[in-house]
């Protein structure tokens, strides 16, 4: 914040005191008119200066401000010790005086007027900076940031431009007309009924690379009655879905989610009635899925088909589906399973297929009370870590009782030893 100007009305003198090097014209105008409106002592001075410009010439363009000071005032910095001279400059337009050099010099100070070489300032029409500051606190890893555009199922309307929540279209598919692809752009989704909840029966189908959908929570509710299309499907790149509360329609065997395409990212969304996959990951390398509640689901909450590669499944809660998590298909390889809870599912918390290879299952899972059991494990190279439900009690002491003895039965060994001390005690329990 610069510091406030002094005004010497003896001399007619606008000081920029020390130790600012620089002033800007609107900040100039802006206290010159303030001090103007001050009873003392400015009241015998009916104006200090003039100002022109920034009239709007429209697409973001205006009139460049030009400050003409009158009646012998002059723009000074204040003077500085030396020996070295201090470079100050005064920006934002143009500085004129109606007596000529509109400066006063002083002590060890060098000014430089960046005169503007057009009669116009060109500014953006919103504050990009700011725009692509807030997408990267979001934490995704696709955080670029192109066009928004506003989706209102209830006060849309498909003719408008999209580009303000008061000019929102009324359906996704015009919504992504408007975008473009591959440009980061953002799909706004506004719950606006006065029951508080919206309510929409459109299924969506993703066709644009590095398109954002991204709703307000629980209030933004897809329900679509058409029961041959998958809620959401996605058929790119780098998408991300996040805050939607998602169903299928009450009958067939649609699934919530679809993915096809490589770095997808969905986020914060409510699954839950769904009648086929909760998410059902088609074809895909390195997306990931996290924070989503995933429930009631007639399939399983999460699956893989083919070519899954390097899914992160993270932060989920997962419970009431069949499997919680099902990795299947070939090609399927590298994927991470971390920091869920998966309980209450009518098959297994996590099943893993056979042909399905380096599969992780680690990092704070709690995998409890799934029907069949907890974890299922076919694959080929699998790791799954004990804390994250891999085993029960009893089975990590079986685990830890063959560990010893296996290998080491033959009379007279420890192994052995051990072997026969268990039994003994196992029997005298059942007396």
């Known amino acids: ?20 090097t620089s002033v800007d014209l609107q900040y100039l105008i802006n206290q010159i008119r303030d001090t103007e409106d001050e009873l003392n002592p400015a009241m015998s001075y009916s104006k200090i200066a003039d100002a022109f410009g920034k009239q709007s010439l429209g697409g973001g363009t205006f009139v460049g401000l030009t400050v003409q000071l009158l009646n012998n005032w002059k723009l000074r910095f204040q003077a500085r010790n030396g020996p070295d001279t201090i470079a100050c400059i005064v920006t934002g337009g143009n500085l004129v005086a109606e007596s000529g ?7 060890y100070t060098q000014i430089t007027i960046a005169q503007s070489s057009s ?6 029409d919103d504050n990009t900076n700011i725009k692509y500051l807030i997408e990267s606190l ?10 928004i555009f506003y989706w209102d199922p209830v006060n849309g309307n498909d003719s408008n431009t999209g580009t303000l929540p008061s000019k929102a279209v009324a ?39 590095t398109l954002k959908v991204r709703g307000p929570g629980h209030t933004f509710q897809l329900k679509p009655t058409a029961t ?12 991300e879905i996040s805050g939607i509360y998602i169903e299928t329609a009450v009958t067939g065997s649609a699934n919530a989610i679809s993915v096809t395409g490589n770095r997808n990212l969905i986020k914060d969304c409510w699954i839950t009635n769904v009648r086929g996959q909760g998410i059902n990951m088609i074809s895909s390398a390195f997306s990931k899925i996290t924070g989503c509640v995933i429930e009631n689901c007639d399939g399983n909450g999460i699956k893989t088909n083919n070519s899954v590669i390097q899914l992160n499944i993270s932060k989920n809660i997962i419970s009431n589906n069949a499997d919680g998590i099902l990795l299947s298909g070939t090609g399927t390889s590298d994927n991470l399973v971390e920091n869920n809870l998966i309980y209450k599912n009518s098959a297994y918390g ?15 899972n709690t995998i409890v009370n799934n029907t069949t059991g907890n974890t299922q494990d076919l694959g080929t190279d699998t790791y799954i870590e004990t804390q994250a439900g891999g085993a029960s ?6 685990a830890v009782w063959d560990e010893v003895i296996s290998g080491h039965t033959t009379a007279g060994s420890m192994g052995k030893t051990l072997k026969d001390a268990k039994a003994k005690a196992t029997l005298a329990s059942l007396k």
């Open 228 to 239: 041959s299309n998958d809620t959401i499907s996605v058929g790119a790149h780098s998408v």
């Open 101 to 107: 050099n509109p400066i006063s010099p002083s002590a």
């Open 138 to 147: 979001r934490g995704s890893e696709a955080s670029g940031i192109g066009n």
């Open 171 to 209: 359906t996704f598919a015009q919504a992504q007309i408007l975008t473009t692809d591959s440009n980061f752009d953002v799909i706004y989704c506004l719950s606006s009924h006065p029951s508080g909840i919206t309510t929409v029966t459109e299924t969506l189908s993703i066709t644009k690379n």
């Open 350 to 364: 996590v099943a893993i297929g056979s042909g399905v290879v380096n599969t992780n299952v680690r990092g704070a």
């Open 119 to 124: 009669p116009t300032i060109a500014t953006p």
């Open 1 to 20: 914040m610069p510091s406030p100007l002094t005004f010497d009305f003896y001399n007619s003198i606008i000081e920029v005191p020390s130790p600012d």
């Open 393 to 398: 009690a009893s089975e990590i002491a079986d």
